[in-house]
C-alpha cells in the first residue's frame, strides 16, 4: 500500500494514487493494471441499497462515454464478492441493466482506508460516495465526495474528465460552468513580458490576468 496519504487520512491531489492489489467481481485486479488510461475509482455504500442501485444504472450508461475518452470505471464497497454478483445479477434481472465494469470486495477496507473512503460522521460501517479520478500515469487529480442521501451527477462526471483532459491537451485552465465548445482560459501572466505576449496574441482579454480563447 502506498504511503501518499495526507495526515487525515486522505490521498493529496496530483500525488500518486495509493496503490492497491483487490478481489473484485472480474477477480484480482491491481492499480497498476490500469496505467496508461484513465481510471474512475468510486465506492458506494452498501449492495441491494436504492440509491446505490440508481447510480450504478447511470454508471452503466455512461460508461461507453467514458469508454470514448480512454476511462475505466471501478467500483468498491465494503460488502462481499458474493454480494456484488448477485447484486448486479439482479439489477440485470429487474432493470435490464448489464454492469459492465468490476466492483471491488473490500471486506477488509484496505483500499477504503487508503483513500479515505470511510468517514465515521456519516457511517463507521459503510463507505460514502467517492469518485476518485486517476489519470494514465497513476496520478490522483480529482476527488468528489458526497453524502450518502445524495446521488452523483454522471454529467458532471463526464465533465470533470473533458475538463482535465483538455487542460492536459491544451495547457490551460477551464472556467466556471465550462463544457466542451466553450471558451478556456489562458494561464495567468508571470511577468510584464508574458502580459505583453497575452495582449499581441489575439485572445479575448477581460483584464490582463483574465484571458479567454477556443481550442
Known sequence: MSDTTS????????????AFEAVTTHGTIRLSDYKGSWLILFSHPADFTPVCTTEF????????????????????????????I???????????????????????????TAYGMVMP??????TVRCV?????????????????????????????????????????ATPANWKPGDQVIVPAPKTMEMVEENLKAGYEMVDWYLAKKSV
Do not use: C
Not at 121 to 126: H, I, P
Open 132 to 172: 476518485f479520478i486517476i489519470d494514465p500515469d497513476g496520478i490522483l487529480r480529482a476527488m468528489l465526495y458526497y453524502p450518502l442521501t445524495t446521488g452523483r451527477n454522471m454529467q458532471e462526471i463526464l465533465r470533470l474528465i473533458d475538463a482535465l483532459q483538455t487542460s492536459d491537451k491544451h495547457h490551460v
Open 7 to 18: 495526515v487525515n487520512g486522505l490521498p493529496r491531489l496530483n500525488e500518486p494514487a495509493p
Open 57 to 84: 444504472i447511470a454508471f452503466a450508461e455512461i460508461y461507453p462515454e467514458l469508454q470514448k475518452r480512454g476511462v475505466e470505471l471501478l467500483g468498491l464497497s465494503i460488502d462481499s464478492v458474493y454480494s456484488h
Open 121 to 126: 460522521g456519516a457511517s463507521s460501517t459503510e
Open 86 to 112: 448477485a447484486w448486479v445479477r439482479n439489477v440485470e434481472e429487474k432493470t435490464g441493466v448489464h454492469i459492465p465494469f468490476p466492483i471491488i470486495a473490500d471486506l477488509d477496507r484496505k483500499v477504503a
